[in-house]
């Protein structure tokens, strides 16, 4: 099946610092979801890449699905102490409505 | 925005007792999910259902639990016999088009 990866597993920040987390396929994705989980919270989500190359901005967060539909990307520009949390993109299994399965993520701590 | 509502937020239960976690999906979704996490773990999937039926489980799923639908708004999550590494956060989801909405969460606690 397909296997999603995603590095780094932590990232330490500064505030104001620029933060990106990855997240690569062996297979091509016919979509790719982001969420994020805060400390003892639960996963919300933030938005889902369907088109090759498509670039998409909420706020200081940008998401990018590879041109081959096999990675993606999310960046955060000058984190602030709310962008704490994990950030994941659980594999879909090539549908929109099928189970999502969960690595471990991207933990992201961000230092005032 | 809509929510997926789950109660109680809290459950703290004896070994081998029974309980039921309540969930209120989204009211135009028709996906609806059960999912825990472990204290400190990933969050793995349990159970999807579909038009009153289960459409996939995983193996964490087996005969201690089951799921219902039992009316047009409630699905609920029942662990019979409950043991001490059922003790987790658990999540309901449901879905449409684009993306799950999880509810809060229960956390349950054996002991």
């Known amino acids: 099946g397909q296997q999603v990866m995603q590095i780094p597993q932590y990232q330490h920040v500064q505030e104001g610092e620029d933060f990106t987390t990855y997240c690569n396929s062996s297979?091509?994705?016919?979509?790719i979801q982001w969420y994020k989980q805060r400390p003892g919270g639960h996963p919300v989500f933030l938005i889902q890449?369907?088109?090759?190359?498509e670039v998409k901005k909420q706020k200081r967060l940008t998401f990018q699905f590879g041109e081959a539909k096999k990675n993606s990307s999310l960046h955060i520009t000058a984190t602030q102490t709310t962008d704490v949390g994990t950030y994941f993109c659980p594999n879909a299994g090539g549908t929109s409505y099928g189970k999502l399965t969960f690595g471990q993520g991207t933990i992201l701590t961000v230092h005032p | 925005e809509p929510e997926v509502t789950q109660t109680p937020s809290h459950q703290v239960t004896q070994m081998g007792q029974e309980v039921i976690l309540r969930c209120v999906p989204i009211?135009?979704?028709?996906?609806f999910y059960w999912y825990r996490q472990i204290l400190g773990q990933k969050v793995e999937f349990l159970v999807s259902?579909?038009?009153?039926?289960?459409?996939?489980k995983s193996e964490i799923f087996d005969d201690q639990f089951s799921v219902e639908r039992p009316d047009g708004s409630n699905f609920t999550l029942k662990i019979r016999s409950t043991k001490l590494e059922d003790s987790a956060m658990y999540f309901c989801?449901?879905?449409?088009?684009?993306?799950?909405?999880f509810g809060s969460g229960t956390r349950l606690t054996v002991v």
């Open positions: 989801a449901s879905s449409s088009v684009g993306g799950y909405t």
């Open positions: 890449l369907v088109k090759s190359g």
């Open positions: 297979t091509t994705l016919s979509n």
């Open positions: 259902f579909y038009n009153n039926e289960i459409s996939e």
């Open positions: 009211s135009n979704h028709l996906y």
